[in-house]
């Protein structure tokens, strides 16, 4: 883990990276609060985060933190009471629902903690829809998937339905298909937390190596601790904010 976990002021300016021009996702400011009857629930109080090309970042905090709707705000799936988000350099949160949806299918991928596999397709079927939705033609879609589910082990499975698959594959197939398209980043809402420890950390590996190696960064939400080594920074999502997280 680098060095940047270590030794940092814990403000907010602490949660942005240096990324400079290689930012391909940013938060500034962000306020998102939730009313039950006449109480209001602070959830995110002024967060910042920058997200830079091939950086892995890791987001770890207590149940009922934020953290999921941090990530729902970062997609444009929530609102945010203030504040804006940036995806490769275009103003996500006063974008309308068309535009925010192409947002997100240009730049964005997801994995999620249960799969969300549709049942009736293959696996390479299951990775190649992203591609066919972005426009690509059918036979460029499946050798690209093709592709993916061979980087992630499973040349052997193209064909299978997901029933036919393993828990740990199933996620291997969602991790391929959150890659497809080449998204600028990747957003995983506890990925590996359906899975026993020993496959958790082959597939939490496998993610933060395929994102290194194609540039796409990676932001996760995890409750696993034992995973931040796979990671250059690590942030703690407390009272709204992100911290650099320390042991």
Do not use: W
Not at 181 to 208: F, H, I, K, Y
Not at 211 to 227: I, K, W
């Amino acid at each position: 883990m680098s060095d940047s976990l270590t030794n940092t002021r814990p403000d907010k300016a602490a949660s942005l990276s240096a990324a400079g021009d290689k930012t391909v996702l940013q938060a500034v400011s962000l306020v998102k609060q939730y009313r039950q009857g006449s109480s209001t629930i602070d959830v995110l109080q002024g967060l910042d985060l920058n997200l830079a090309a091939g950086e892995r970042v890791a987001v770890v905090g207590r149940s009922g933190s934020g953290k999921s709707t941090l990530l729902h705000v970062l997609a444009g799936l929530d609102t945010v009471d203030s504040g804006t988000v940036t995806v490769r350099g275009e103003n996500m949160t006063a974008a309308d629902p068309n535009r925010k949806a192409a947002l997100r299918g240009a730049h964005m991928g997801f994995v999620y903690q249960n799969h969300h596999l549709l049942p009736e397709f293959s696996a390479v079927e299951n990775v190649a829809m992203p591609i066919r939705i972005a426009g690509g033609d059918n036979r460029t879609a499946i050798e690209q998937a093709g592709e993916l589910l061979t980087q992630v082990g499973l040349a052997e499975r193209l064909q299978h339905l997901p029933s036919e698959l393993s828990g740990g594959e199933r996620q291997r197939v969602a991790v391929a298909r959150a890659l497809a398209g080449n998204p600028a980043v990747v957003l995983a809402d506890e990925p590996t937390g359906n899975l026993d420890s020993e496959t958790a950390a082959v597939v939490m590996a496998l993610m933060a190596s395929l994102c290194r190696r194609s540039g796409t960064a990676f932001l996760v939400v995890t409750h696993d601790v034992s995973m931040l080594g796979e990671f250059d920074r690590a942030l703690r999502l407390i009272d709204g904010q992100l911290l650099p997280y320390d042991n």
